[in-house]
């Protein structure tokens, strides 16, 4: 797909001695340096086997596997694999030794100096947010799943290799836990820039996980290849569509933001006017509610036709019902939508960073994003087909 | 009452003697036990993963220690002669067993986890059973090389029937001489050392044990 393919896979093959189906059938893909890519598909589709082919845990049947250009297929398995972080769902620490000498073990295997190895550890034991004055020496068998499964992430870490495979690394964890070991992998990732190869068999982990998703089928064919929000915008066939299940629409708006909207104009009036004037408005407008500023120019109520006939002579102070919290720039469309369905009006409010009123957000703009990100999606694989 | 006191007195007497035997019975059956070990472990890495050979080898060393013993010690004697020599022969056939099944049982408890995850950091095959496979299996294998003593010392007793020492040879007399004078005190010399020295034994590998299983492995 690009020059930078850090990891090409090129028609690679594996066939298991007395199977007759391949378990994963000329299979081509590129993973591009620094990002995430998520493996994603149904169970015994391949998944596993593909991510072992990579570190050649399991010899490829045919096929070529080239990491940075190099044909690695040939190569020492065991000095790849030194090369390659490997986490998997069982973790497999190592119970006789400590947390820090299981984070320590390819630093050891590779001769680095003690000290070095030493400050190593306590970096990433920090980076895995487990303090290394009470976590180093302590054994696997004095952890909890989630900080076991932190420390198999350091310990895939120790020796800083550019690559990294996981096999459903937060799969047996509980769902509070996982997310939190999602959140904080993702941030670190954002320091790492590590080229990811990521393993889950659930859709919502790989749409967060992933900078790009590959939607696996059956012999771990691949269905569809492509950022989560094209795929959610444009699945490519009734296969991927019920593999990501109700609701693709919905998740997709967590990759729209506030900022891609262009915010029609709305009427708004301090509370210090009067309701009167605050009615003409809405009148000569022709909306129903009227967005309602505090001295600053912040919104702080809704108010309807009804309560400002209702407030007679004096001004807007006190007159309508909470706005609620407000919408920034980056915030997502799903983030607006949830507000949306919260408030009176059926509508959000957006505010600068100094929370002055921008516009307001409503079911038409999400209505025409989500239209124009398929649209887009489509044309895409338009030009895909038309180029093919 | 009297026939404790006369025991006692005749083990004060004789007591160089029986402590010079019980050495020797010592001696016989380590030296048994740790030809046993080394090639059982040996023997038991290699078959482990292989399950046609582990079913020969763990038949085959159970159908050893149904021989009947003295059998066993005599059916040497052609090939080492008389002495302890065909004794340590008999015992280490015996020894086999116990560490051979505990060694492969050992191995088959290390976590498949564990050994992914070694072998997915790039161990070699040698650094994931040195480092890995027998320090996890080791404390189960361990167990085994303790009963394997236990059952040798017993069987020590035996050796002198082919011509070796220990102490069997104050229960051969006692039944040769069965009626004389001091018959009674050296049966109970032979079964008294032969079971202290097994508890002794015992007593020293579990500490050997413990200081030799990983830190995170003790319970
Ligand atoms: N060692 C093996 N020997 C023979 N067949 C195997 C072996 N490992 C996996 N398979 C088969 O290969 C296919 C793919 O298995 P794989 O483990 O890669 O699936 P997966 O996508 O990771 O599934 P899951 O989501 O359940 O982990 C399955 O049909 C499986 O039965
Ligand atoms: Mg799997």
Known sequence: MNAQAKIHLDRVVKKYPGSKVPAVEELTLDIPEGEILVLVGPSGCGKSTTLRLINRMIEPSGGRILLDGEDVTKANPDKLRRRIGYVIQQVGLFPHHTIADNIATIPKMLKWDKKRITERVDYLLDTVGLPPEQYRDRYPRELSGGQAQRVGVARALGADPDIMLMDEPFGAIDPITRERLQNEFLRLQEEMHKTIVFVTHDIDEAIKMGDRIAILGERSTIRQYDTPERILAYPVDDFVNDFIGNGSTIKGLNFLQVSSLRLSDYPALRESESAAAGLNLLQEKGRDWLVVLDGEGRPVRWASQEQLGQAGTGDMRGVGVEVGDHLKDENTLFEALELMVQSAAGRTCVVDDAGQFQGIVDMGHLNKAIRTAQSEARRHYEELEANA | ?219
């Open chain 2, 1 to 219: 009452m009297e026939a404790l006191s006369s025991w006692f007195t005749y083990v004060s007497a004789n007591i160089d003697y029986i402590w010079e035997s019980t050495l020797a019975h010592a001696r016989i059956s380590l030296i048994a036990v740790a030809l046993a070990t080394v090639f059982s472990i040996t023997l038991g890495v290699i078959v482990q993963r292989r399950p046609l050979a582990r079913t020969i080898v763990l038949t085959a060393a159970g159908i050893l220690l149904t021989i009947p013993s003295l059998a066993l010690f005599a059916l040497f004697i052609p090939v080492f002669g008389i002495g302890n020599t065909p004794a340590i022969a008999a015992l280490y056939l015996y020894a086999i067993l116990p560490i051979l099944r505990n060694t492969v049982t050992g191995l088959d408890s290390v976590s498949p986890a564990v050994v992914e995850s070694a072998r997915g950091m790039g161990l070699s095959t040698w650094q994931q059973l040195v480092k890995v496979r027998l320090p996890l299996a080791w404390p189960v294998i361990m167990t085994g090389i303790r009963v394997a003593t236990l059952l040798t010392v017993g069987i020590t007793a035996i050796a002198v029937l082919v011509g070796g020492d220990g102490l069997g040879t104050y229960v051969q007399s006692a039944l040769t001489r069965n009626g004389l004078p001091n018959a009674t005190e050296q049966l109970y010399v032979g079964v008294v050392f032969t079971v202290a020295l097994g508890l002794v034994l015992d007593l020293v590998l579990a500490v050997v044990q413990r200081f030799t299983t990983a830190k995170g492995l003790r319970l």
